[in-house]
Structures are given as C-alpha cells and as structure tokens.
C-alpha cells in the first residue's frame, strides 16, 4: 500500500519535530498543575474543577473494593441514607479507580493527578501509532498529533479536561489507537497488531463502553470491506482479540446491566441549547464561542476534503474507517445537543473524539499541500506557515489571542480545598458528630462547576443527605434538599410534623442551606437563625434525639463500604415472638447479615422509592454485621 504522500516526512527533521511535540504536550500537562506543578502533583491537595472531586471520591471506593474483594461496586452508607457504587452512576471514576488500585486502594490524591497526566501525557504517543497503522507518512503522523494536540488544549479538549472527562480523553484514543491497528491487521497481519487491539481494546471498554459501542458500526463497516479477502487464520485472531477486550471487562460490565434500573434521566435547568434551530446549534455553548465554532467547523469540512485524498490515494480502507467513526460520533453530538434528554447522558461530548478522528485525514490534506510547496521550493512549506501565523496575529482580535498563550501556558485546574473551603470543613467536624447525618442543600451545577463537596465523608467523618451531586440521576438522591426543594417539594409546602418525621426517618440532625427559601423554612421551624458558615451557608442544629434505629434501639459503630457494624441491638418484640429493628439505611439487594440467628429484610415505605433495612431477631444482640457482596 502506498503512503500519502509517498515521501514526504522521510527526513530526520520529523523525528525531533515530534520529540518537540511530545515535550510541548508534556508542558502543557504541567500547566495543569499551576506555577508549582511538581508539588502540586505530588501533594495531596485534590483537583476540586469540575467533577474531579466525585471521581476521585468514587474512585476511592471502587479501587479499595476492587483489592480488597475484586469488584468496583459497593454499597456506600456515607449518602443518602446508603446507595450502591455502580458503574451505572459516575462511570467517569474508572480512571480514577485504575490510578488509585495501583496504590493498594488508599485515598491518594496525587496518584489521582498522575493518572490525570498520564492520559494527557499518552496523546503524542497513541495518535502516532494511530496515524502509522493507517499507513500515513512518518510526517503525516506528526501533523496528526500536532492537529490533536491542538483540539485537546483547545475549547472542547481543555473543557473535558476542566470537567472531569477522563474517562472519555482516555476511551478516544484508545478508540483512535485500534482503529488503526485493525488498518495494520488487515495489511500486515501479527501478533504486534493483535496485541496492540487487545491492549487498546481492554483500555477502551474500561474506560468508556459507550464510546467503544459506538465504534462498533465503524469496525463493521472495516470488517466487511476487508473480511473477504482473508481466510479463517485472520478472523479468528481479529475476533479472539476484540472477545478478549470485552471479557477482560467483565467483571464490572456485568454489574452495569445489572444495575441499570438505578438511572434516572437527570432533569437540570441547564439546557444545552437556546433554540431547537441551526443557528441555536451553532451559538451552543458546547462549541465555545465564535473562534472556536469556526475552528471546529474548518476542521470537519477539511476532513471531507482528507477523506476523499485518503481513499483516491491508496488508502481506502482507512478513510472509510476513520470516515465512519468521525461523522457518526460528530452526529451524535448534534442529537445531544437536539434532544436534551440523550444530550444529559453525555452525547453532546462525543464532539471530542469526532474531531480527534477527523485530525488524521486533515493532517493528510496538510501534508499533501506541503508537498506541493515544497516541490516547488524546499523553503515554500515554512513561508507559509510562518505568513498564516502573521496574518492571524493581525487579523485575530486581541481579545482571541490569550488562546494562543494558552497553547504555550495553559490555565492551571484548581487544586486544593482553600480557606472557605477548609473553614467550612473544619466547622462541620466542630459542630456535628457521627451520630447523625447532616441534610446538605445542593444546587444544580453545570458541567464546569465544583461537586467538591463529595470529598466531605472523607474530610469530616460524617454522614449526609445530599452533597453527592444534585445530578447524580439516580433514585437514591431523589429525597434530598435541592435548591429549595426537600423531596421534590417546595420547602413552603411542609409541614412542622412533616419536616419532624423526615427528619426522624434519614436521622438528620443538622441541616446545611445555603437558599433564602430554606433558610426562612428552617428558621420558622428551629426558632433560631443558625449558625453562618463561609460561603453564605448556615448550619441549623435540630432539637432531636440522634438515632439510627427507627424502631428499636442499636448504636452504630461503624459504617463503610466494608460493612456497618451495629453494637447493642435491642428490638422491638411482636406477638408472634420475632423482634424487629428498623433501621435509618436503604436496603439493598444481596445484603447480608451476622451472625446467622438474625434475618435481614427490606422495609417498604410510602417516603421512599427505596426500601429501608429491617432486621428481624428473637432476642437482642451485642454486634451485628451488615455487608453487600
């Protein structure tokens, strides 16, 4: 098969251009990390942007379940009255997970962060090898990985980054990595190849199933261009490769169609678009701004224009691949951003991996057009280049150019609690105790905004009823306190008696509002104003005797994903001679209990789509032992 172009990029010039990029992307990696980025990434300051804090929490549960009993699912009592750790809810963790199993499951912030980096740093690297298994140009290559670089710190990349999408930075090139290792296969079949394909597969089913679903239309469309041209020795290896992926994961993916019941579609007053119209689709804030929609529409319509080069210049099979894959994920974006509902489960961020696969025609179109130039002089190539970059530095308007300067200084993540944050932290733990769960009123966020409030278990050794995340989506966080709004209803529309018996059933003895509506609720309710805290929020103590158990009597000793044990348990004895202990805790499927003389059983309640634990014993026990497989 021959390269496009067929000699271009043969000169030892491209080696050091692409040691330079590497060293480029490596800076930039450390610009993350603020002016001090070694301390930064070695302390154990967590990343607080975005949903860092959520990942990283959850990535803490997962990974010290996976070492200690080889699953990433647990049953977490610190929220909500207890909810299960699914990859159903926060699916972005598994980086998170992979990072911190490596330290023996701890939480460790800064192996959080170096996970981070390396999936920053593995970019050079993986579109290289992407662009070499479609049989492009040593050059060619290059300028693939200096185009992706290019969107991977600009706005759709940094907002990723920003966000805490990991997972889907990690799960694209992977996705990039085997599609051009299923070209290789097809031309040079071996076991370098099949290798690499189980190796990009096992990370990118890991990562992001979804993506790596989506690609499967795409690889079909490889398949049967190229299927009939081999014997039974290439497609069992190809399809043994692509099973091996997939059963590596199967350890959790299981436990993702088993607990697919636990989602809700989030309902957020943050729409993705103004106005179900082209030009509302183009003003979406998922583009950026003006410069930025104009960038990524110049490069997907030169992506048009590489494709076709790919295929009239030998390399058919690829352009169909990379072709199929960037149009369908760029088209999925457009139907999240039109259809709110798929938009909110993360569609309209496959934007991301279309432009990293529409790079590598791009750079082919590039590559070609510096061919030419340089036919006709070796220096034609630089003069353009270097003649686009003065026309840009006088046609960009100056308040554009500050993204150029975040291609040599990108903007740091914010790393660290802070003073307020810290403050706050410091006053939870003075004024409250663990007998009791604190109510945390939420706020609905938007995709950049902090969810580090999900770090408080582990900050302050107390249990709450919100702060997860107000669009966690799932039916356990449904009772929560959420701008204003207890359950689902205005803070106005409940009663004294009501607010008394809520309270009483999820043994919330302090409450954290942070709205004028619940304020004024609680302040009717208490008679007092509540303490201030930083941050405008107040901190109300309820007049109420913590307890756990809502019928009976228990003390709780302890409660983690490990197992929560319950010490002098005195139950409530019927006629028929069984004792009952309910207790303030969400039941959850497969819960088990010892020792063995007492039974444990779920609880129905008219306040709850989930039911409450209940054990049932015939006479009191000292230690009890709740755990979930």
């Known amino acids: 098969m021959s390269e496009l172009p067929p000699t271009y990029g043969r000169n030892r010039w491209w080696r050091l251009a692409l040691i330079a990029l590497v060293v480029w992307q490596g800076w930039l990696t450390l610009g993350l990390f603020g002016l001090d980025p070694w301390r930064q990434l070695l302390s154990d300051d967590p990343v607080v942007s975005g949903r860092h804090p959520l990942h990283l929490y959850h990535g803490f549960l997962g990974a010290r379940t996976w070492c200690e009993r080889g699953n990433l699912t647990c049953y977490d009592p610190a929220f909500h009255a207890g909810y299960p750790k699914t990859p159903v809810f926060d699916s972005g963790s598994r980086p998170a997970e992979l990072a911190l199993a490596l330290m023996g499951g701890k939480f460790c912030p800064s192996s959080y962060k170096i996970g981070l980096a390396s999936i920053c740093l593995a970019v050079p690297c993986a579109v290289y090898v992407a662009a070499r298994g479609l049989h492009l140009s040593r050059a060619t290559g290059v300028l693939a990985v200096l185009?992706?670089?290019?969107?991977?710190?600009?706005?759709?990349?940094?907002?990723a980054i920003e966000a805490g999408d990991g997972d889907l930075?990690?799960?694209?090139?992977?996705?990039?990595?085997?599609?051009?290792?299923?070209?290789?296969?097809?031309?040079?079949?071996?076991?370098?190849?099949l290798i690499g394909l189980v190796i990009?597969?096992?990370?990118?089913?890991?990562?992001?199933?979804?993506?790596?679903?989506?690609?499967?239309?795409?690889?079909l469309v490889y398949y049967l261009a190229v299927g009939?041209?081999?014997?039974?020795?290439?497609?069992?290896?190809?399809?043994?490769?692509?099973?091996?992926?997939?059963?590596?994961?199967a350890f959790w993916l299981t436990d993702l169609l088993g607990f697919w019941w636990l989602r809700v579609v989030p309902d957020l007053d943050t729409p993705l678009i103004t106005k179900l119209t082209v030009g509302g689709l183009l003003q979406s804030d998922l583009w950026g701004d003006t410069f930025d929609r104009t960038i990524c529409g110049g490069l997907l319509l030169l992506c048009m224009a590489g494709l076709s080069l790919m295929h009239r210049g030998g390399q058919a099979i690829g352009a169909r691949l990379v072709g199929a894959a960037s149009c369908s994920l760029f088209l999925l974006a457009i139907v999240g951003l039109v259809y709110d509902r798929v938009g909110r489960l993360g569609a309209a961020q496959l934007i991301v991996p279309a432009l990293i696969f529409a790079c590598l025609p791009v750079?082919?179109?590039?590559?070609?057009?510096?061919?030419?130039?340089?036919?006709?002089?070796?220096?034609?190539?630089?003069?353009?280049?270097?003649?686009?970059?003065?026309?840009a530095y006088f046609v960009v308007p100056i308040s554009h150019r500050e993204r150029a300067a975040q291609l040599i200084q990108t903007r740091p993540?914010?790393?660290?609690?802070?003073?307020?944050?810290?403050?706050?932290?410091?006053?939870l733990r003075t004024l409250t105790t663990s007998d009791a769960r604190i109510l945390w009123e939420d706020r609905p966020s938007g995709r950049h905004e902090s969810r580090w409030t999900a770090l408080l278990p582990i900050l302050t050794e107390r249990s709450f009823v919100g702060g997860l995340d107000a669009g966690a989506g799932i039916e356990h966080t449904a009772t929560g306190l959420v701008e204003g709004s207890l359950a689902n209803r205005?803070?106005?529309?409940?009663?004294?008696?009501?607010?008394?018996?809520?309270?009483?059933?999820?043994?919330?003895?302090?409450?954290?509002?942070?709205?004028?509506?619940?304020?004024e609720r609680f302040i009717r309710w208490t008679g007092s104003t509540g303490r201030e805290l930083l941050g405008?929020?107040?901190?109300?103590?309820?007049?109420r005797s913590p307890s756990f158990a809502l019928t009976g009597a228990a003390r709780f000793q302890s409660a983690d994903t490990r197992g929560i044990v319950i010490s002098d348990a005195r139950p409530v004895t019927g006629d028929d001679g069984i004792g009952t202990l309910e207790l303030s805790l969400h039941y959850q499927s497969g819960m088990r209990v010892s020792p063995s003389r007492v039974k444990i059983e779920q609880k129905l309640t008219t306040h709850d789509t989930i039911p409450f634990v209940r054990l049932r014993m015939k006479e009191p026990a000292g230690r009890i032992l709740i755990t979930w497989p």
């Not at 185009?147 to 907002?159: I, K, N, S």
Request: with cysteine; hydrophobic share 50%; net charge positive.
């Open 147 to 159: 185009l992706v670089q290019l969107v991977w710190w600009g706005r759709p990349g940094r907002d």
């Open 169 to 193: 930075l990690l799960g694209s090139l992977a996705a990039i990595v085997q599609a051009g290792l299923l070209v290789r296969y097809h031309d040079k079949p071996g076991s370098l190849s």
């Open 200 to 219: 990009a597969g096992l990370i990118g089913w890991f990562a992001h199933p979804l993506l790596m679903a989506l690609m499967l239309p795409p690889y």
């Open 228 to 249: 009939s041209a081999h014997g039974t020795l290439w497609h069992l290896p190809l399809f043994g490769s692509l099973a091996v992926a997939l059963v590596g994961n």
């Open 363 to 391: 750079a082919c179109l590039t590559a070609a057009g510096f061919q030419i130039l340089r036919r006709r002089h070796f220096l034609a190539p630089t003069a353009f280049v270097l003649s686009v970059l003065v026309i």
């Open 413 to 427: 993540l914010s790393i660290g609690l802070g003073v307020e944050r810290s403050m706050i932290v410091s006053d």
């Open 490 to 519: 205005p803070m106005d529309d409940w009663s004294d008696s009501e607010l008394d018996d809520y309270c009483q059933r999820y043994n919330i003895s302090w409450v954290v509002t942070r709205t004028p509506a619940s304020r």
């Open 536 to 543: 405008g929020l107040n901190l109300f103590t309820l007049k």
